[in-house]
C-alpha cells in the first residue's frame, strides 16, 4: 500500500483518574485488544477506499520484418500488453513497435514472440513505471458466458485483478475462492434393453 495514513487520537472519558489510566494500559490484554480493535477498523476503512493493485510494466522495443508483424501483434495481446507506437524504417522493410508490458505477463515473452513471428521478431525491456489496474480486486463479478446455453455462470471473466490475488494466495498456500466445478451437466441413466 502507498499513499495511507491512519490517524489515531485516543481520548479518555471524563473523570477517569491518572492512576486508572495506568492501570489499564500496563495490561496486556489492553494493548491486545487495542490492536485488534484497531487492525479491523482499519481494514475495513482501506475496504471502503476501494482499493485498486498496482502492476509493473516493462517499456518493450520491437525490431520485426513485416511478414512477422501480425505474429508481433498476436504475441503482445496474448501477453495483455498494448502497442504504444508503430514506426517503419526506413530503407528497409522492418518495424519498429513500441509497446507496454505486464510484468506478471512477461515471463516466456519472447520465445512466444519469436515462435510467432517466425523467428523474425526481437524484443528488449526495461522497467518503465506502476500502472494503477481498473478492476476491483475485492469484487467478485458474476457473468454469464457467452454461447452457453446452460446460462453456466463464470465469476472469473474479465478481472484481472482478481485473477492475480488468487494466484497470489495460491502460491501462498492460503484459500481461494473457485468453483469446484466449472461445468457440469446431470448424469444420465439409460435403461439397457436386453
Known amino acids: 500500500m502507498h499513499g495511507v495514513c491512519f490517524e489515531a487520537d485516543v481520548q479518555w472519558a471524563d ?36 482499493p485498486r493493485l498496482v502492476q509493473a510494466m516493462y517499456s518493450c522495443e520491437i525490431s520485426t520484418s513485416s511478414e512477422g508483424l501480425g505474429g508481433t501483434y498476436a504475441a503482445v495481446g496474448r501477453a495483455r500488453g498494448r502497442v504504444v507506437s508503430e514506426t517503419m524504417l526506413e530503407g528497409t522493410g522492418d518495424f519498429l513497435i513500441a509497446a507496454m508490458l505486464p510484468v506478471a505477463r512477461s515471463f516466456g515473452f519472447v520465445e512466444d514472440l519469436r515462435s510467432r513471428s517466425g523467428g523474425s521478431a526481437n524484443a528488449s525491456m526495461a522497467f518503465s513505471h506502476w500502472e494503477e489496474l481498473e478492476s476491483d480486486p475485492t469484487a467478485r463479478v458474476m457473468a454469464v458466458v457467452e454461447g452457453d446455453e446452460d446460462g ?43
Open 152 to 194: 453456466i455462470e463464470d465469476e472469473s471473466l474479465g478481472n484481472i485483478a482478481v485473477e492475480y490475488v488468487d494466484n497470489v494466495r495460491r502460491r501462498k498456500g492460503l484459500a481461494v475462492e473457485e468453483k469446484v466445478v466449472k461445468s457440469a451437466t446431470k448424469q444420465r441413466t439409460r435403461a439397457r434393453k436386453v
Open 15 to 50: 473523570g477517569i483518574g491518572a492512576d486508572e489510566i495506568e492501570e489499564c494500559t500496563s495490561d496486556t490484554t489492553f494493548a491486545y485488544r487495542t490492536m485488534l480493535l484497531s487492525r479491523d477498523v482499519m481494514r475495513q476503512a482501506v475496504l471502503s477506499a476501494g
